[in-house]
C-alpha cells in the first residue's frame, strides 16, 4: 500500500508519492522511486501498487517521448491499452514468485503540460484483473488515494498541508494494517508550463517511520529541478 496524490489546475500539477518499498517476498523494506518524469514533455507518471509493472509502462512511455508526434494526449490514451496488454505476463510471473493473486492491483497517474490545449492534463488508471480492461478516469481537480483520512480537508497546494496530507494517509495506512506500509519520504513532482521539478520531504512524524541519523529536518526540502523548454 502506498500514497498517490494528484492536485490539478489548468497551470499547475503537483503530484505527490511516499518513497517506502516492501518486497513482495521477503518483506524487506527499501526506498523506492514511485514518481518518474518525462521532463523533456513536461509529463509526470506515478504509482501505487507494483513497482515492476510501473517501470515497465514508464520504459514503454520513456521510448514512446522520443518519436517526433509525442503528444500528452497520445501517451495519456496509450497507457490503458498498455497496462491490459502487459498484465497477463505481470500475473504469470507474480504467479511463479508466490505472490496471492489478491495482491496484484495497481494504480497509476499520467499527467502532464499539453501543448495543444495549452493547460494540464491528469489521468488515473486501476488494474486488477486480466479479464476487465483497465478503468481509465480523466482527472477534473485531482485524487487522493487512500482518500478516507483526508475527507473533509479543502484541497491545497502549500507545502505543508501537502505533507500534512500525506503524514495523515501514512498514519491511517499503516494503523489499518498493523505495520508500516507507508512512509519513508514524500515525493513532490509540481509542474508548470516549461517546468518541471521533484521535492523530496522527509516524513518526521513520530511512530510513522524511524528517524535515522542524517535525515533532514522536518521543514526543509531537498530539491531537483529539471527545466523543459
Not at 31 to 43: E, R
Not at 146 to 162: C, I, W
Not at 200 to 210: A, S, T, Y
Not at 219 to 226: I, K, L, P, S
Request: a neutral charge; aromatic letters at 6%.
Amino acid at each position: 500500500m502506498s500514497i498517490l496524490n494528484v492536485l490539478l489546475s489548468p497551470d499547475r500539477l503537483l503530484v505527490a508519492v511516499d518513497t517506502l518499498a516492501e518486497d513482495a517476498v521477503t518483506g524487506h523494506h527499501s526506498s523506492g522511486a514511485k514518481l518518474l518524469l518525462i521532463p523533456q514533455h513536461n509529463v509526470v507518471l506515478a504509482t501505487r501498487g507494483s513497482a515492476q509493472f510501473f517501470l515497465k509502462v514508464y520504459d514503454l512511455a520513456l521510448q514512446a517521448s522520443f518519436r517526433a508526434d509525442f503528444t500528452v494526449e497520445a501517451l495519456v490514451g496509450e497507457v490503458g491499452p498498455t497496462m491490459d496488454r502487459l498484465w497477463p505476463t505481470y500475473i504469470q510471473a507474480a504467479h511463479l514468485a508466490g505472490l496471492p493473486q489478491q495482491q496484484l492491483r495497481t494504480e497509476l497517474v499520467v499527467g502532464g503540460w499539453s501543448r495543444i490545449q495549452r493547460r494540464m492534463l491528469a489521468t488515473a488508471y486501476s488494474k486488477h484483473a486480466v479479464e476487465t480492461p483497465a478503468l481509465v478516469q480523466p482527472l477534473l481537480g485531482g485524487m487522493a488515494s487512500p482518500g478516507e483520512p483526508l475527507r473533509g480537508r479543502p484541497d491545497s497546494f502549500d507545502p505543508a498541508e501537502v505533507l500534512k496530507a500525506g503524514v495523515l494517509q501514512a498514519t491511517y495506512l499503516n494503523e489499518k494494517t498493523g505495520r508500516q506500509v507507508a512512509g519513508g519520504s514524500l515525493l513532490v513532482a509540481q509542474l508548470r508550463e516549461h517546468d518541471a521539478r521533484i521535492n523530496e520531504w522527509p516524513f518526521v512524524q513520530p511512530g510513522l517511520v524511524r528517524r535515522e541519523r542524517g535525515w533532514a529536518a522536518a521543514g526543509r526540502q531537498t530539491e531537483t529541478a529539471c527545466d523543459a523548454s
